[in-house]
């Protein structure tokens, strides 16, 4: 049967290309592997919050950093020139409103006074009508007397009219004490704003900005590469999604110690991914091709180490191959 075989090679050809495809096809049911894999933990990107000059860089390229350690300042000083003029402005408007508030106790004594006048107006009305009624009294006095209540009327009128609008100043100044707070809330916030601490600790990236550099709101300076959840990004293609699962255990090798295995666990499945890179990348795309060739969609499993070896630093991006079985 081999010398037949022998005699037609392309008969041979054809069924070691069929066996090899069975096996492939068999083996992939029980186990995915991938060498498009790679280190990753958090990054912390920082940005200016607001625009400047950057004053002071306190960091270097891949120097380690603790929480809160400073890494560069923003000109301060525009800035602690705004929280002075808007403690100025704040303290001319609570002023204002002591004014107004004076202004308004004067008011309500003016009206005091003025009812006051009134009342003596209208008593004084009253007894001329009946001095008038025995004929003890002229109509020209009546005349005065009725002038006289008709002028306290108008002055007590004048006064509570006032009184209204000192009020008024009284809302119209307590609503510029709130306007001045907020403005100098907002100053103190951007002066804090110029000390950038890291917030968590971390080794940090080489990065580009030296001082003078013009920052403005957003401009990322720096990053952070931290410790925290350390795990290898696995890109497994679509046909292995249906019985991969959270918990399974992962066989994988590191670029950075490639001559020893380590095991780990399935920790999280992408629910999806980008089918274009010009999709906002609020979800990840991985690039369907390699060179020339056009490969299955692969979606990002990430994978958790059972123990990150001892002594072995963290390479964000390093590569690593992963086998995981079914």
């Known amino acids: 049967m081999n010398s037949r075989l022998l005699r037609h090679p392309v008969t041979l050809i054809v069924g070691v290309i069929l066996g090899l495809f069975l096996l492939y096809e068999t083996c992939v049911r029980f186990f995915a592997y991938t060498g498009d894999a790679y280190v990753m933990s958090d990054i912390v990107v920082m940005s200016a919050q607001i625009e400047g000059p950057v004053s002071k860089l306190a960091v270097q390229n891949n120097q380690d950093v603790a929480a809160n350690q400073l890494l560069f300042e923003i000109e301060r000083t525009p800035y602690a020139l705004k929280v002075q003029e808007t403690q100025a402005a704040l303290a001319t408007a609570r002023a204002d409103l002591d004014l107004a508030r004076d202004e308004v106790n004067a008011a309500k004594a003016s009206v005091t006074a003025a009812q006051a006048v009134q009342t003596n107006a209208m008593d004084q009305l009253g007894r001329v009508k ?69 917030p968590d600790a971390g080794r940090v990236a080489p990065f580009v900005t030296r001082v003078g550099d013009y920052l403005r709101p957003g401009s990322e300076v720096l990053a952070i590469v931290t410790d925290h959840r350390r795990r290898v990004v696995a890109n497994v293609s679509e046909r292995h999604l249906a019985r991969i699962a959270v918990g399974q255990r992962v066989m994988l090798t590191l670029g950075s110690d490639p001559w020893a295995l380590h095991w780990g666990r399935v920790s999280g499945i992408s629910g999806g991914v980008a089918r274009s890179p010009d999709n906002p990348q609020v979800i990840p795309y991985v690039k369907p091709t390699t060179d020339w060739v056009r490969l299955p969609r692969r979606f990002p499993i990430e994978v958790t180490l059972d123990d990150w070896p001892e002594g072995l630093g963290l390479f964000n991006g390093a590569d690593a191959r992963v086998l995981i079985w079914f």
Request: charged fraction near 20%.
């Open 130 to 198: 009946t001095l008038e009624t025995e004929g003890y009294s002229p109509e020209a006095t009546l005349d005065v007397a009725t002038r006289d209540v008709a002028t306290a009327g108008a002055d007590v009128t004048s006064a509570e009219a006032q009184l209204a609008v000192t009020a008024r100043r009284v809302a119209v100044a307590q609503a510029a004490i709130a306007s001045a707070e907020a403005r100098l809330a907002k100053a103190q916030y951007e002066l804090s704003k110029t000390v950038v601490s890291a």
